[in-house]
C-alpha cells in the first residue's frame, strides 16, 4: 500500500469517528440523563426543579422517531412516579416501555396510526388537572408522527398536500407552517389542551437555528405563523392549483377569522409551560469539531444553519475543499470541513437515494 492510498484509508476511518462523534452528542437517553435529574424526591430538569409531591399525577405525552428512547430513559429514571402516558414513535422505532403506551405509526407521510396516537394524547390532555405534571418529549419526525386534521379536513387531505409541499422543495420551516393551521394538536393547541396543568417539554432539535415554534410544528410553544402565511407558501411554489379544496378553504376561513388561529405569545396557557432543547444540530456540530482537532486536523466549520438545494449547496463544499488543496486557503492540510442544517432534493424523476447521497455524488461530480 503506497502512502497516498493509507492516507486515503486514514482519512475514511477518521471521518466515520467524526461523524460517529456527533452522533453520540445527541443520543436521545443520553441527551435526557444529561439534562434531567431526580434525588428520589424532586425532579430537577435544566435550571427548573419539580417536587413531585406537589403533583396528583405525572404522565408522559410525546412524539418522534427518538421518543421511545427517551422515554425509556424517563421510566428509568423515576420509573414508579410516572402514572401513565401515550407516546407515538415511526414503525420499528421502539422501546421496552412498562408505563407508557406506545403507539407506531406512519412517517414521513402521516396515517391512521398517527391520527389514532395523536386523538388519544388530546384526550388525555383535555381531562388534566392544574395539580398535574406533564413532562412532553419531542423529537425529529413529530409533525408527521403527531397528524389530527382540523374540523373538515381528511387524512387524505393532509397527506396529498404534504407530499406536494416535499416534492417542490419546500423547506421544513414552510411545511410545518401549514402543518400548524391544518391540525388541532400542532401550534400550539397542545399546550391549549393541557393548560391548566404544568407543561415540561424536552425536545431533540432536528430543525434547522432550533425555533421552538418550528420543531414537531411547535405543540407546546406559542405560534408565530399565520393563515396568511400558508397561503404565501402555496404561491411562493405556485402550487395553490394542486392542493385539496378542502385545504385551501380551511385556510381561506382562517384568513376570514372563521377558525381561530393558533394560539400567540403572550398567551395565558403558556403561562404554566417550559420548553429545553436536549440536543441539536448546533452540539452535534461542536462534538464533531472536538473530534476532528483531537484526530489531528484544522477544522473549518462553516454552519449549523445551512439550507437550500443539496445540489447547490454540495458544489459549494466541494469548490472550498478545492481551494483548500490548491491554495491552503481558507485553512491548510489536513483539513476538515464542518456543516449543519437541512438541505433540499427537488424531486424530478423517480430516483432512488436521500439528501446525504445527492450531496456527496454532487460534491464528488463538481
Avoid: W
Avoid at 405534571?133 to 397528524?147: K, N, V
Avoid at 391548566?196 to 425555533?211: E, F, M, Q, R, Y
Amino acid at each position: 500500500m503506497n502512502s497516498e492510498s493509507k492516507t486515503i484509508s486514514t482519512m475514511r476511518r477518521n471521518a466515520v469517528e467524526i461523524f460517529y462523534a456527533a452522533i453520540k452528542a445527541v443520543q436521545p437517553g443520553a441527551a435526557i440523563k444529561q439534562h434531567c435529574k431526580f434525588d428520589g424526591k424532586t425532579l430537577f430538569i435544566g435550571h427548573r426543579s419539580y417536587h413531585l409531591a406537589r403533583y396528583k399525577n405525572l404522565y408522559v405525552l410525546g412524539a418522534g422517531k427518538a421518543t421511545a428512547p427517551m422515554a425509556a430513559a424517563i421510566e428509568d429514571m423515576i420509573d414508579e412516579k410516572i402514572t401513565g402516558g401515550i407516546i407515538t414513535v415511526k414503525f420499528d422505532h421502539v422501546a421496552d416501555l412498562k408505563h407508557i403506551n406506545l403507539i407506531e405509526a406512519g412517517h414521513p407521510i402521516p396515517d391512521e396510526n398517527g391520527i389514532r396516537g395523536s386523538s388519544a394524547i388530546l384526550n388525555l390532555a383535555k381531562n388534566l388537572e392544574k395539580d398535574d405534571l406533564i413532562l412532553c418529549l419531542i423529537s425529529g419526525g413529530g409533525s408527521a408522527l403527531m397528524p389530527f386534521p382540523y374540523d373538515g379536513l381528511t387524512l387524505e387531505d393532509k397527506q396529498d398536500t404534504i407530499k406536494i409541499l416535499l416534492s417542490c422543495g419546500a423547506t421544513i420551516h414552510e411545511i410545518n407552517t401549514i402543518r400548524k393551521h391544518i391540525s388541532k394538536i400542532k401550534g400550539g393547541r397542545l399546550a391549549q389542551a393541557v393548560y391548566p396543568a404544568t407543561l415540561v417539554t424536552l425536545i431533540l432539535s432536528d430543525v434547522v437555528g432550533d425555533d421552538l415554534d418550528v420543531i414537531a410544528s411547535g405543540p407546546t410553544v406559542p405560534d408565530s405563523s399565520s393563515f396568511y402565511d400558508c397561503k404565501n407558501i402555496f404561491h411562493r411554489y405556485n402550487i395553490i392549483d394542486k392542493i385539496p379544496k378542502n385545504i385551501l378553504n380551511h385556510i381561506e376561513s382562517g384568513i376570514l377569522g372563521e377558525i381561530d388561529e393558533t394560539p400567540k405569545p403572550h398567551d395565558p396557557v403558556f403561562d404554566r409551560t417550559y420548553n429545553l432543547i436536549i440536543g441539536s444540530n448546533v452540539e452535534s456540530l461542536m462534538s464533531a469539531k472536538e473530534k476532528a482537532k483531537n484526530l489531528g486536523y484544522n477544522v473549518l466549520l462553516l454552519s449549523s444553519m445551512i439550507e437550500g438545494e443539496t445540489r447547490f449547496i454540495a458544489q459549494v463544499h466541494g469548490a472550498i475543499a478545492r481551494e483548500i488543496i490548491k491554495t491552503g486557503n481558507p485553512l491548510p492540510l489536513p483539513a476538515c470541513i464542518l456543516s449543519g442544517g437541512e438541505t433540499t432534493v427537488t424531486i424530478t424523476g423517480n430516483g432512488l437515494g436521500g439528501r446525504n447521497q445527492e450531496f456527496a455524488l454532487s460534491a464528488s461530480i463538481d
